[in-house]
């Protein structure tokens, strides 16, 4: 029996594939349908970020960084069945942007904590000045 090559995601977990992965397209052979959706959980953006394929004899001949799982299909073999994931690039430029909207948002609610906080204490500092109690 030859032996296969293997697909490594970001998270450490390794996949044997089909001999002759490319770029866009790895192919995985699956037992049964049930085992399907574990495998497409796998192929996460953020596991698909670096991912490296490793040949036969486990040297790692590719390190591919930034990809999606564009689509997948799964086709019945004779004992198994075969999964095809087709990746492609992630649009860098709208990551960054993606990251920069949240880093504004999270900045916004900061602010809204920190105008809430100093409107609280000059309420008790007014409170204090006028001779009340806090």
Do not use: H, W
């Amino acid at each position: 029996m030859e032996g296969k090559e293997k697909i490594v995601l970001k998270d450490g977990t390794v996949l044997e594939i089909e001999n002759g992965a490319s770029e866009n397209l790895v192919q995985i052979p699956i037992q049964s349908l049930d085992d399907f959706k574990g495998l497409f959980q796998k192929f996460t953006e953020d596991n698909l970020e670096k991912y490296s394929i490793q040949n036969a004899a486990g040297l790692t001949c590719a390190t591919l960084e930034n990809k999606y799982l564009q689509e997948a299909g799964v086709k019945q073999r004779e004992n198994d069945y075969i999964v095809s994931l087709r990746l492609a690039d992630v649009d860098m430029v709208e990551k960054r942007l993606a990251a920069i909207e949240a880093e504004q948002e999270a900045t916004k609610t900061g602010q809204a904590i920190q105008d809430g906080a100093i409107a609280d204490l000059g309420e008790i500092v007014g409170g204090m000045m006028e001779g009340g109690e806090v």
